[in-house]
């Protein structure tokens, strides 16, 4: 089916923040379009997501063009769901943006140049055109550079440096990579790429593309022995811009490989076997790296690292019910993560401090928001009714019936290490005494806010914790979804026929 | 020609990441355009190269007979060379802007963020 809805939300998003550079200097009128324009932009993901699940993958082909030569895009249901929640998430942080990103920041662009970074995410889910994911990466990584640097302080920059380089060379490697595919298959479309590959004789070149594709993603999303730029740079903007790199951001990635190992390449043994090795390490240096650290927008940070981890575990283990799990941390840890520092950039609003030594107290004089942040905190436990939990079953499910076991202890130490790590915060922060900590000067503390931007601080906080009190408790529902992920993803036949009409005959 | 275009493509790649791994900020800035460059002709390369035949189809025909230039990866090129246009530009203002900042060129001294604190 061809339709031109698919194209709302992207679309939506571009002209919004056009409009917004309009009022470049009356940062009023910014937050108000900001948050109405969201609501409208969430509104049209959930028509896309609504129509995806009645009638199935539907794509658009750009310029009529018809595929594989010109671009395409595809919304299948794991493309609109990620779309609806970047659409939710964007609306929540919205809010939060609204409340709590002071003018300084605001006169420089922050609230186009938002709305230009949901744009870049929305066209990495629905783009079914190898390069033409290169070109939204590019869009996320420069409207996300701008949204690290505005303001200019000294933690900011430098941290941006690093982010900087790493995630372009990020990209020099995926434009590599895509060089040699193209070199062997003369196609960009995934879908004919995938007709493709799976005809070509070339196997040993192919994997090694597929391996540069890895480091490539892997980057961006994180794993082990290439995260290093994420828990350096992650704290230091304010926390309404750690909120969207920390719930997005990093799954772009994990989005992207599994679209390339589930679509693109047939995955043999090697490649299995290395996914699940940087897994086990991905959740260790996480789990670990949070352990030790003092800050709270770090130790979440670390945290992100240690639950891309499960993630690709769900992915190494190929099979259905591996990726149903997958699919389903992916959903709940987007909500969660988003939420997590949120609340973090809250407790530095109220205190003026993220460091655990030095916060303290935080139940005894906040009661009821304490209860609102033990949810997020709770959920990312996965304590049973909550959202963690139910994504875990799949997990420990599939891990047990194809007796991967030391993936399975791997994956219940990371787990534990993220109960260790919230307790330890917990006590820190909400139960510990507190020590005092000098008042700053010229900083808006929470208190001196007025009522409106108080509620529009914590309305973002409550409306992510309701969903993921939905994913937790309705989640026969979002178990329902991801099964449905997991099975196209599983069964490409029907995302190349959606994308090339039948498929072609083949000749080698 | 091909093999000279392989032998650049590696010394790009090369010399990129040697830039690229120095601690001053303005050698990192010209690793991440060389390794951008490198990129660029390996799409050049793997496209095959036809000299002098245009893919425009003649006025009395309807289909190419002959072989033709892929025009796929030079439009490739021409949006990466304008993508990392921008980058370079966002990347020259952030170093300029990191020098006054932190008041050295020196990435081993860009270390206030990863400490523990």
Same mark, same amino acid.
């Given at each position: 089916m061809i339709a031109h809805f698919l194209l709302y939300p992207l679309l939506f998003q571009f002209a919004l923040a056009i409009v917004l550079m309009f009022f470049w200097r009356d940062t009023r009128i910014q937050r108000r379009l900001s948050v109405a324009g969201s609501g409208i932009a969430l509104l049209l993901a959930g028509f896309l997501f609504a129509q995806v699940w009645q009638f199935g993958t539907v794509t658009f082909q750009a310029g009529g063009w018809q595929a594989p030569f010109g671009i395409t895009l595809v919304v299948d249901m794991l493309s609109a769901t990620l779309v609806l929640l970047t659409c939710l998430l964007g609306l929540a942080i919205s809010i939060f943006s609204s409340a709590s990103i002071i003018s300084e920041r605001a006169k420089f662009g922050y609230f186009p140049i938002y709305h230009l970074l949901l744009m870049g995410l929305i066209g990495a889910f629905i783009t079914g055109d190898i390069f033409n /994911?290169?070109?939204?990466? %590019?869009?996320?990584?420069?409207?996300?550079?701008?949204? /690290?640097?505005?303001?200019? %302080?000294k933690p900011q920059i430098e941290s941006a440096v690093k982010y900087f380089t790493l995630n372009i060379l990020a990209s020099v490697i995926f434009l590599t990579a895509i060089a040699v595919l193209y070199g062997l298959t003369g196609t960009l479309n995934m879908a004919d790429l995938s007709v493709k590959i799976a005809a070509s004789e070339n196997k040993g070149l192919i994997n090694i593309t597929a391996l540069i594709f890895f480091v490539g993603f892997g980057i961006k999303s994180a794993v082990f022995p290439l995260y290093f730029w994420l828990p350096s740079s992650y704290h230091t903007p304010p926390a309404a811009v750690s909120a969207i790199f920390g719930g997005l951001l990093t799954k772009v990635g994990v989005y992207a490989m599994i679209r390339v190992f589930t679509l693109i390449f047939i995955r043999d043994e090697f490649i299995d076997n290395l996914l699940m090795t940087v897994a086990v390490l991905t959740i260790l240096s996480g789990g670990f790296g949070a352990l030790v650290q003092n800050n709270i927008q770090k130790v979440f940070s670390y945290l992100i690292i240690c639950h891309i981890g499960f993630m690709i575990a769900g992915l190494s283990m190929h099979s259905e019910l591996a990726?149903?799990?997958a699919i389903f941390y992916m959903i709940h840890d987007i909500v969660v993560k988003g939420n997590l520092f949120l609340v973090g950039g809250m407790i530095y609003k109220i205190k003026g401090s993220n460091s655990m030594k030095e916060l303290g107290g935080f139940y005894g004089s906040y009661p009821k928001l304490s209860i609102l942040m033990l949810i997020p905190l709770f959920s990312l436990i996965g304590i049973p009714p909550l959202s963690g939990f139910w994504p875990k079953i799949s997990l420990l499910q599939a891990g047990f019936e194809d007796n991967y076991y030391v993936l399975i202890?791997?994956?219940?130490?990371?787990?534990?290490l993220t109960l260790f790590v919230v307790a330890k915060m917990w006590?820190?922060?909400f139960w510990k005494a507190s020590t005092g900590i000098p008042r700053k000067p010229n900083f808006k503390y929470f208190g001196d806010l007025k009522f409106k931007d108080k509620l529009n601080m914590v309305l973002p906080i409550a409306i992510l914790a309701l969903v993921s009190l939905y994913i937790g408790f309705f989640a026969e529902h979002v178990q329902l979804l991801s099964e449905r992920i997991a099975f196209e993803?599983?069964?490409?036949?029907?995302y190349i026929e959606a994308v090339l009409g039948k498929i072609p005959p083949v000749n080698p | 020609m091909e093999i000279l275009l392989a032998v650049i493509t590696g010394l790009l790649y090369g010399a990129g990441v040697y830039m690229i791994l120095r601690r001053s900020l303005v050698k990192l800035i010209i690793g991440l355009i060389l390794l951008g460059n490198g990129a660029n002709i390996l799409i050049f390369l793997v496209g095959r190269i036809v000299k002098g035949k245009p893919p425009i189809i003649p006025e009395d025909s309807s289909t190419i007979l002959d072989t033709y230039a892929d025009p796929v990866p030079q439009a490739l090129i021409l949006t990466a060379i304008v993508i990392s246009f921008g980058l370079q530009a966002f990347a020259i203002v952030l170093i300029k802007r990191a020098y006054k900042v932190v008041k050295?060129?020196?990435l081993d001294q860009m270390n206030t963020t990863d400490e523990y604190a």
């Open positions: /994911l290169y070109v939204w990466f %590019e869009v996320i990584i420069i409207s996300s550079f701008v949204l /690290l640097t505005i303001g200019g %302080e990726l149903t799990g202890g791997f994956i219940l130490l990371g787990s534990f006590t820190n922060v993803l599983s069964n490409t036949s029907g | 050295t060129d020196d």
